[in-house]
C-alpha cells in the first residue's frame, strides 16, 4: 500500500532572518521539494541557513500546471513545504487550489506557523483586534479603489489592507475621501526590517506625515483602519422594504442616498443593510 507525501505550509521571515522558527528550519532542511513563490528570493533566505534543498516556483502565472505536478510529488510519497515571498503562504499570495485538491485528495497538510505581516500590525494598531477583517490589496485604478473602500464604509471591526509605497499616499486621499476626517489608521511600514515605523493618527494627519518627509511613503506597508461607530438607530421593515424596491432599480450606493433622504436614516447604515441583505 503506497503512502503519500505531506504538505508543509511553512511561514518564512517578514525582513528579520531571526524570525524563521527552529521548527520551520527543519521542515525546509528535511522535505524533499520547496514550492516557492519566487524562486530567486527564497534561495537567498535558504542560503542564509544553509538549507540546500531544491526549489520549485508556485505563482500566480504557474499556479494550475505546478499545482499538478506537485500533486503528483506527493502521491508518490514526496514531503514538500510551500512557502512565499514572506510571512504566512496563501495570505493574498498563492497556494490556495493547491491546498483545495489536497484535502480533496485526502493528502495530509501541516501548518508551520511563524511571522504574519496582519497579525503582526494588528497587535501594534492599538485597535481592537478580538474581531477584524482582512481584505488584502486594495485595487489600484481610482473608481475600483473607491467602490473597493466603500464596502467597509460602515463596518464596526477593525479592518487591515495592505499597500504598496508608490501608492500608499493616494490610498490615503482616497480612504479620507470615503471614511471621513474621524477615522483613525495606523501605518505600519517595514514590519521586523531597521526602518520599522508605527504611526497613528485621523487620516489628515496620516496624509500630512506622509507629504511632509516623501521616504515615510517608502517600504512595504500594512493599513489598519480604526471600525465604524456602531449606528443606534434601528432600521425597521418599513424602510427595508423601500430600501429593497429602490434597490432593485439603483445600485446599492445610490439606493442608499435615496433612502436616506427619504427617512432620515444614515446612508452609511443603509449602506451596510444593503450589503449584508445581498450576501444571504
Not at 508518490?76 to 512557502?83: C, E, F, R, S, Y
Request: hydrophobic letters at 40%; glycine letters at 4%; a negative charge.
Amino acid at each position: 500500500m503506497s503512502t503519500t507525501g505531506v504538505l508543509y505550509v511553512v511561514a518564512t521571515p517578514i525582513g528579520n532572518m531571526q524570525d524563521l522558527t527552529l521548527r520551520a528550519q527543519d521542515i525546509l532542511t528535511h522535505v524533499d521539494l520547496i514550492a516557492a513563490e519566487d524562486t530567486r528570493h527564497s534561495r537567498y533566505l535558504l542560503n542564509h541557513f544553509s538549507i540546500n534543498t531544491p526549489l520549485m516556483a508556485l505563482h500566480e502565472h504557474n499556479e494550475q500546471q505546478a499545482t499538478q505536478k506537485l500533486l503528483a510529488q506527493l502521491q508518490q510519497g514526496k514531503n514538500i513545504a510551500l512557502i512565499s515571498d514572506a510571512g504566512t503562504p496563501l495570505i493574498s499570495d498563492p497556494g490556495s487550489e493547491l491546498t483545495r485538491i489536497l484535502h480533496a485528495e485526502k493528502i495530509k497538510i501541516v501548518p508551520i506557523p511563524g511571522a504574519s505581516a496582519v497579525i503582526s500590525a494588528l497587535s501594534v494598531a492599538g485597535f481592537p483586534a478580538d474581531q477584524f477583517i482582512f481584505a488584502g490589496f486594495i485595487p489600484p485604478k481610482e473608481n475600483a479603489r473607491r467602490q473597493f473602500l466603500e464596502q467597509f464604509l460602515a463596518e464596526t471591526r477593525t479592518t487591515v489592507f495592505y499597500e504598496a509605497p508608490h501608492r500608499i499616499l493616494s490610498c490615503m486621499m482616497a480612504m479620507e475621501q470615503v471614511f471621513g476626517e474621524k477615522r483613525d489608521i495606523a501605518l505600519v511600514k517595514e514590519l521586523t526590517k531597521l526602518f520599522e515605523t508605527i504611526y497613528r493618527a485621523p487620516l489628515p494627519e496620516v496624509i500630512t506625515w506622509l507629504e511632509e518627509d516623501p521616504v515615510r511613503q517608502k517600504g512595504e506597508f500594512v493599513i489598519v483602519l480604526s471600525g465604524a461607530a456602531p449606528q443606534e438607530c434601528s432600521i425597521d421593515a418599513e424602510t427595508q422594504r423601500i430600501l429593497n424596491l429602490a434597490r432593485q432599480q439603483l445600485p446599492l450606493k445610490k439606493a442608499a442616498k435615496l433612502v436616506s433622504e427619504i427617512t432620515g436614516i444614515s446612508k452609511n447604515q443603509l449602506y451596510q443593510l444593503g450589503v449584508e441583505n445581498e450576501k444571504e
